[in-house]
């Protein structure tokens, strides 16, 4: 596994403890015209500093940044993709509200960007390195796109889920419950 998929630090964080176990996403500007694809099966987070990324989350105004580490980057998960849905109605997004940290004016902004009305969703199950991958900062990890190429994991690096299976489930099923599927 070698691709990262750059996501705001707090959300890795929400990701990374369980809190989290869903992506939605428009795109990064890279992206071209096609917009975003969840096109890797599984990936690793890679945490962005944002600094305006507080005030987009549903989180009190205080909420410091984590500290990422200069010259190098620190990825701490990898993500399973369970599924994905192209969203098209923005009441059915609104009520996922309850499993995300984006706020919704965010989420709206990206909803109707260029007149496109959708957003992409995946759900997730989220693993723990361990240890923990670090590695040199480098360019080609910079710029607006959603995925970048990784050095390759050291052997022996395992993953831990940060869900059991049945609190997995749960969440999967009031996910699939809030868009209406059953």
Same mark, same amino acid.
């Given at each position: 596994?070698?691709?990262?998929? /750059?996501? =705001?630090?707090?959300?890795?964080?929400?990701?990374?403890?369980?809190?989290?176990?869903?992506? *939605?996403?428009?795109g990064?500007?890279?992206?071209?015209?096609?917009?975003? +694809?969840? /096109?890797?099966?599984?990936?690793?987070?890679?945490?962005?500093?944002?600094?305006?990324?507080?005030?987009?989350?549903?989180?009190?105004?205080?909420?410091? *940044?984590?500290? *990422?580490?200069?010259?190098?980057?620190?990825?701490?998960?990898?993500?399973?993709?369970?599924?994905?849905?192209?969203?098209?109605? =923005?009441?059915?997004?609104?009520? +996922?509200?309850?499993?995300?940290?984006?706020?919704?004016?965010?989420?709206?902004? !990206?909803?109707?960007?260029?007149?496109k !009305?959708?957003?992409?969703?995946?759900?997730?199950?989220?693993?723990?390195?361990?240890?923990?991958?670090? $590695?040199?900062d480098?360019?080609?990890?910079?710029?607006? !796109?959603?995925?970048?190429?990784?050095?390759?994991?050291?052997?022996?690096?395992?993953?831990?889920?940060?869900?059991?299976?049945?609190?997995?489930?749960?969440?999967?099923?009031?996910?699939? $419950?809030?868009?209406?599927?059953?």
């Amino acid at each position: 596994m070698d691709v990262g998929f /750059k996501e =705001w630090a707090l959300v890795c964080e929400a990701l990374g403890d369980g809190r989290q176990s869903v992506i *939605l996403r428009k795109g990064g500007i890279a992206e071209g015209r096609a917009g975003f +694809l969840f /096109k890797h099966p599984e990936f690793l987070l890679f945490p962005t500093l944002f600094h305006e990324q507080v005030s987009k989350l549903k989180l009190p105004p205080d909420t410091a *940044l984590p500290c *990422l580490p200069q010259g190098e980057h620190s990825i701490a998960y990898r993500v399973v993709v369970e599924w994905t849905r192209d969203l098209t109605d =923005w009441e059915q997004v609104r009520r +996922l509200d309850p499993f995300h940290l984006w706020a919704e004016h965010l989420i709206q902004e !990206r909803f109707v960007y260029e007149g496109k !009305r959708s957003v992409s969703l995946a759900f997730v199950r989220v693993y723990r390195l361990v240890p923990t991958f670090v $590695f040199p900062d480098a360019p080609q990890y910079g710029g607006c !796109r959603s995925w970048v190429d990784l050095p390759e994991l050291p052997q022996g690096t395992r993953f831990v889920p940060v869900l059991d299976e049945e609190a997995h489930r749960d969440r999967e099923a009031a996910v699939l $419950f809030a868009l209406g599927e059953i």
